[in-house]
């Protein structure tokens, strides 16, 4: 039996990953660690909070006295780190918080797991560290060449959490997903944004041309390949995780007008993104070769996931406006 911290597992990916561990075959204890940011939501941990192998603790990453004392008091020996400011956009705006949480907060996992001799650190880290390639896919050992201020900030949590594993042995794995899609997604992402716009027959902001290139992911494909990592990853490794699903923006923006039946003159084109990346794409044979594949094609995740945010409008409404959201309009989609 393990006991696994999750930080970060009140968000879009965390909660998916909690829900995907509670109900498989296992005894793992999962404690949730998380701030509750604006991204964090208890509702989002609402079908699992009375499972008998669930806990969950309200705290920062950044905070190493309490992240000890959670360790110690529920004897943790795995930390599985989501915890993160996530929004590109967001960074762009403001990166303030990205180098706390991203930056120092991995870097205080990293001292808690050495000081505490914990059995595993697991990194969830993300495509951006690479930055943008126009033809072929990113492989593990290139280089980083992050644009934003978020790629960056990830791509130097990682640095940090490599050179421990280098320095002193500490036993880490990370995996770098691609832009992953589902339920619980924030609202302000491109495909939660577009469904509930599409919705509510507001239009849905496409930057610039629109082409640029995402590889998508359905979150229980990326659920899945984490806890295999857990399992099979080999300490000081990094894995790529990827489902070989690249579409345009304007596809995806077609594609969600069409499922719901709205005129596709919703879709307009505004101010692009600054430093928008064109296109990310990762190559995945270090771990396929390990024996993980993916096991929901676009399709069938695109349509689960528009039919769960037209089921579930108790769950965006409430987040569906607000400062950022008003602010970002301004920003990125007056022309
Ligand atoms: P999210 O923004 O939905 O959730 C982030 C969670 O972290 C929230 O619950 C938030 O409250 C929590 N958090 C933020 N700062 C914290 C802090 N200082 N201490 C404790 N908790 C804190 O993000 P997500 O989309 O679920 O992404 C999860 C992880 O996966 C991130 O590390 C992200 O970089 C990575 N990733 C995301 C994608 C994607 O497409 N969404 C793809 C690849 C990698
Ligand atoms: O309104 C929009 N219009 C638009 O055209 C928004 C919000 C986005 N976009 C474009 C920008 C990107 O090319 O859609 C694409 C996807 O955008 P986001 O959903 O913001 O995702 P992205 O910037 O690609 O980053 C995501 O994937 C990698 C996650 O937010 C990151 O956390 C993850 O690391």
Known sequence: MRTLLVTGGAGFIGANFVHYMLTRESNDRIIVYDKLTYAG??????????????????????????????????????????AAESHVDRSILDP???????????????????????????????????GPIAEGKFREDDRFMPTSPYAASKASGELIALSYYRTYGLPLTITRGVNTYGPYQYPEKAIPLFITNAIDDIPLPLYGNGLQVRDRLYV???ASAIAFVLEHGKPGEAYNIAADMEKTNLEVAQRIVQALGKPA?????????????????????KLTAL?????????????????????NENWWRPIKSGDWLDYYRKQYTER
């Open 41 to 82: 939501r208890r509702e989002n941990l609402a079908a699992v909070a009375d499972h008998p192998r669930f806990l969950f603790v309200q705290g920062d990453i950044c905070e190493m006295a309490q992240v000890r004392a959670t360790v110690e008091q529920y004897n943790v020996d795995t930390i599985v780190n989501f």
């Open 96 to 130: 303030d918080a990205f180098v706390k949480t991203d930056v120092y907060g991995v870097y205080v996992l990293c001292e808690v797991v050495k000081q505490m001799g914990l059995a595993r650190l697991h990194h969830v880290s993300t495509d951006e560290v690479y």
């Open 220 to 222: 229980t494909d990326h």
């Open 265 to 285: 003159a919703l879709i307009q084109f505004v101010k692009d993104r600054p430093a928008h990346d064109v296109r990310y794409a990762l190559a995945t044979e």
């Open 291 to 311: 024996g993980w594949q993916a096991s929901v094609s676009f399709e069938e995740g695109f349509e689960r996931t528009v039919r769960w945010y037209q089921e």
